[in-house]
Nanobody, 123 residues
Framework: QVQLVESGGGLVQAGGSLRLSCAAS????????MGWFRQAPGKEREFVAR????????NYADSVKGRFTISRDNAKNTVYLQMNSLKPEDTAVYYC????????????????WGQGTQVTVSS
């Protein structure tokens, strides 16, 4: 079992930055592809970014490409999401998730999920 805990969310003005962290316990994250997803009120959960087990390969949703950066520190068992140039449409609950079966941007393929952290971007 893997327990994931997100932190770093908050209220920020448009154009600002936030750095989300996802700390894991229970097992090493090094064997998992890690992803970030988000869900805005009244909307379905959507893929944001993913990172390979070793951290060399990343992939982003078009809506965040060039503004968000996913990274990981396997020694610290932590994954990060640096969010710059935030927009009001980035407002959502952000979740990190772990997938040990492949390379997917579908939430259904991820086995473990955190509880989420709220990000609110004011205009």
């Amino acid at each position: 079992q893997v327990q994931l805990v997100e932190s770093g969310g908050g209220l920020v003005q448009a154009g600002g930055s936030l750095r989300l962290s996802c700390a894991a316990s229970g097992r090493s994250l090094s064997t998992y592809v890690m992803g970030w997803f988000r869900q805005a009120p009244g909307k379905e959960r959507e893929f944001v970014a993913r990172i390979s087990r070793g951290g060399r390969t990343t992939n982003y949703a078009d809506s965040v490409k060039g503004r968000f950066t996913i990274s990981r520190d396997n020694a610290k068992n932590t994954v990060y999401l640096q969010m710059n140039s935030l927009k009001p449409e980035d407002t959502a609950v952000y979740y990190c998730a772990a997938d040990n079966s492949g390379w997917s941007n579908e939430g259904a393929d991820y086995e473990y999920w955190g509880q989420g952290t709220q990000v609110t971007v004011s205009s």
